[in-house]
């Protein structure tokens, strides 16, 4: 057990006049008289515990009676600290022994519950990806060293390539991380999917002229596709999918108008991947109004997967 649960369960005892002194802690917990002393100074000289000893009673008291010990009166911040140990699990990083460090030392540090709270804490991602822990602690030194960093890469389509790139920032989208890079084989700023990257080095320190990705990249359009807003889609949403939607945040630059039967959903759009499967997603009750070319790709799809289901 670790020396804040004892010193918590010192505290508690304190709070209910139990007077309790350093044979307490050696009988409750089985440890040496000097470590209890430990103990008690600890709580006295670090956490400003007001402790004073009763001879007569032969055990400390509070000359205080409003102490309190840090999160003992903040289950909110108990439940801050079990939400983001679930949420780096369920986004992949769960097998990164740092992450595993981290919540063995919180269930240690933190006051009794915490434990249980992160029993009764749920986070579910659907198509969350796990990563290679090496890959991954890789990219993060080299953005933190400022330094280049080399790649083995494997596209959608199977094709490998070779490349040295410039790491700008690290995003964790729909369960699925991705490294923004300026990219030196296509002078360019390139999105690379971390789970299609095979091999990764430490490249040289970075000097000179860094290339910036524009603060608008990241946010110019829907999805994770990203480039120049080549249309803004209009999409009505009706039924169930429209109370859905209503409440959703899909874009920094979204408009929702509200319609007789539903809503009809305004945002910009740089590749129709991504907003072509969000559509099919609502079934029926979705309809793209404009424009015209992203009707025609969904009216595509739609027949592509009526003639699937023939068969």
């Known amino acids: 057990m670790s020396r804040l649960e004892r010193i918590y369960a010192f505290?508690?005892?304190l709070k209910n006049n139990r007077y309790p002194n350093a044979q307490t802690l050696v009988q409750e917990f089985e440890l040496s008289r000097a470590t209890a002393h430990r103990d008690i100074s600890y709580m006295r000289d670090r956490l400003l515990a007001p402790l004073a000893f009763d001879a007569s009673r032969k055990g400390f008291y509070y000359t205080e009676d409003d102490f309190s010990l840090p999160f003992e009166d903040s289950p909110k911040l108990l439940f801050l600290m079990g939400l983001l140990n679930k949420m780096a699990d369920e986004a992949g990083l769960g097998s990164l022994p740092e992450i595993k460090k981290l919540e063995?030392?919180?269930?240690?540090?933190?006051?009794?519950g915490y434990d249980q709270l992160m029993d009764n804490v749920l986070c579910q991602w659907i198509e969350v990806e796990s990563l290679t822990p090496s890959i991954f602690?890789?990219?993060v030194e080299a953005v933190v060293r400022n330094c280049f960093l080399e790649i083995a890469y494997r596209s959608v389509k199977g094709e490998k390539s070779i490349r040295s790139l410039e790491p700008q920032r690290l995003i964790n989208y729909q369960g699925r991380?991705?490294?923004?890079a300026?990219?030196?084989?296509?002078?360019?700023?390139r999105l690379f999917h971390m789970a299609r990257i095979e091999t990764a080095a430490i490249g040289k320190k970075r000097t000179g002229k860094l290339h910036r990705a524009a603060e608008s990249f990241l946010d110019e359009s829907f999805?994770?596709?990203l480039g120049k807003v080549r249309y803004h889609a209009k999409i009505q949403f009706t039924g169930m999918a429209a109370e859905l939607v209503r409440r959703q945040y899909w874009h920094g630059k979204q408009e929702i108008e509200e319609l007789e039967n539903g809503i009809c959903l305004s945002l910009p759009v740089s590749d129709d991947r991504e907003i072509l499967m969000k559509i099919l997603q609502y079934g029926a009750n979705a309809r793209v109004l404009a424009p015209e070319s992203l009707r025609k790709r969904v009216t595509e799809e739609i027949n592509n997967m009526t003639e699937t289901y023939k068969h």
Do not use: M, V
Not at 104 to 112: C, D, E, Q, T
Not at 182 to 189: N, V
């Open 137 to 139: 602690e890789t990219i």
């Open 223 to 225: 999805g994770i596709f």
């Open 104 to 112: 063995k030392r919180l269930s240690g540090l933190i006051a009794p």
């Open 177 to 180: 991380w991705y490294l923004l």
């Open 182 to 189: 300026f990219c030196l084989l296509r002078q360019d700023h």
């Open 11 to 13: 505290h508690q005892k």
